[in-house]
């Protein structure tokens, strides 16, 4: 791996009738040196590219087998993304669709059991997830996430608006169940003085951005009721919301 200073090496045979292993190294320019070890050392680090190869010998120095490895530094930078944590609602079925990146491999486990192969995956249940990678190289990387439970559907934006000052505007965050969300706010006499409609919304990322004018002129001090509906498509899911925002000088 590129990030990894050295690779484990580890006889895979039954060293029961071993009484010796040696450890032999070969350079890309073909120089062959036998590697420092104990006797019956049956796992090394590579740590330089080249040709590894071990020997296992009986009591009486009689070959019993041998085997070599070719070791490259892999140049595949690419890693799998995931975010740290997940909002999923398992009653609804609703949650996103992970996708890590193209590899030639997945193993999707929740806690310790294999749950999945596929290139990309939808969590279903609460708790502690792992992803193992393979990349074309059969290098294999791992990260993991967690997932908690969101089965509401959610807004949130400020009570109290300041016309004309860019740092208290208005604006909406919705949580990733809200597809699409529909405001309106009025007058004192019910005129809309503010509509916003948004029907691809994306999850933590504000919308409906206003600065507090109406026709040119910002919107007198006072209490403003408004009208929120929002929606989730997948499940059909639907919430409307009444109140007021205070307008301030």
Not at 32 to 56: F, H, M, S
Not at 73 to 78: A, F, G, H, K, L
Not at 142 to 155: D, M, N, P
């Amino acid at each position: 791996m590129p990030d990894q200073p050295d690779a484990a090496l580890k006889v895979d045979a039954d060293l029961s009738e071993v009484s010796s292993i040696e450890w032999w190294y070969t350079d890309i320019n073909n120089n062959r040196t036998r590697i420092p070890t104990e006797p019956n050392q049956d796992e090394i680090l590579a740590a330089k590219e080249g040709t590894y190869e071990v020997l296992i010998f009986n009591q009486f120095d009689c070959l019993l087998g041998r085997d070599q490895v070719l070791i490259l530094r892999s140049t595949d930078s690419v890693r799998p993304i995931v975010e740290e944590s997940y909002q999923i609602c398992p009653r609804y079925e609703i949650g996103p669709q992970i996708n890590p990146g193209n590899f030639a491999n997945y193993e999707w486990y929740f806690e310790t059991n294999l749950v999945s192969n596929s290139p990309t995956y939808k969590p279903n249940q609460l708790g502690q997830y792992k992803l193992v990678v393979f990349s074309t190289e059969g290098c294999a990387y791992e990260t993991s996430f967690f997932t908690e439970e969101e089965c509401e559907l959610r807004v949130v934006f400020p009570n109290a608006i300041q016309p004309g000052n860019p740092d208290k505007p208005f604006l909406i965050y919705t949580n990733y169940l809200i597809d699409e969300l529909e405001i309106w706010i009025f007058s004192k006499w019910g005129e809309v003085i503010f509509h916003c409609k948004q029907t691809s919304l994306i999850s933590e990322e504000s919308t409906c951005l206003w600065d507090g004018y109406f026709n040119g002129q910002k919107i007198p001090p006072g209490s403003y009721a408004y009208r929120m509906n929002f929606r989730n498509n997948e499940k059909n899911l639907t919430k409307e919301q009444l109140g007021s925002i205070l307008f301030i000088n």
